[in-house]
């Protein structure tokens, strides 16, 4: 008999694999035994919006997920994600950020840099093509300020 945790892992790994049905069972189980995991209970509203459709009830859980596990960046992850399905591209980018403020997941960054996303210029007043902007820009990103 497996474990919620192994369950878990197991949902982990099929979902790495591809195998979204396989991930989306293996997580219900985990949830079954042990509600409290809130990185499952993140994959499960992804998994039932993408395999299921239930896109809005999945970011209401997430929503409620998050307000419990406010310090969790993998369920900002899944946030994001769940708002790209609902074609909510400004409130993805805001939960992306969020999350990667709270730990850089490389996940969260590939996802923001195929969105094809700027960050703002470091002098705002200033338009995005002035040297000044340039030169504090590629300053900031070698010194990981911004």
């Known amino acids: 008999m497996s474990t919620a945790n192994e369950l878990f892992e197991k949902g982990e790994e099929l979902l790495r694999r591809g195998e979204r049905l396989a991930a989306l069972a293996?997580?219900?189980?985990?949830?079954q035994m042990d509600g409290t995991n809130h990185k499952c209970r993140s994959?499960?509203?992804l998994l039932s919006a993408t395999q299921?459709?239930?896109i809005e009830n999945a970011i209401k859980t997430s929503r409620d997920?998050?307000?419990?596990a406010p310090a969790e960046p993998l369920v900002y992850l899944n946030m994001g994600r769940l708002y790209?399905?609902?074609?909510r591209k400004q409130?993805?980018?805001d939960a992306l950020r969020k999350g990667a403020?709270?730990?850089?997941l490389p996940e969260i960054q590939q996802l923001l840099e195929s969105m094809g996303l700027r960050r703002k210029p470091v002098v705002p007043f200033l338009s995005r093509q002035n040297s000044i902007n340039?030169?504090?820009g590629i300053l900031f990103k070698k010194l990981r300020l911004g």
């Open 26 to 31: 293996s997580f219900e189980k985990s949830i």
């Open 84 to 87: 790209l399905l609902a074609e």
């Open 65 to 68: 997920i998050l307000e419990q």
């Open 43 to 45: 994959y499960l509203a």
């Open 134 to 136: 340039k030169v504090l």
């Open 91 to 93: 409130d993805a980018v």
């Open 52 to 54: 299921r459709g239930q």
């Open 101 to 104: 403020s709270i730990e850089k």
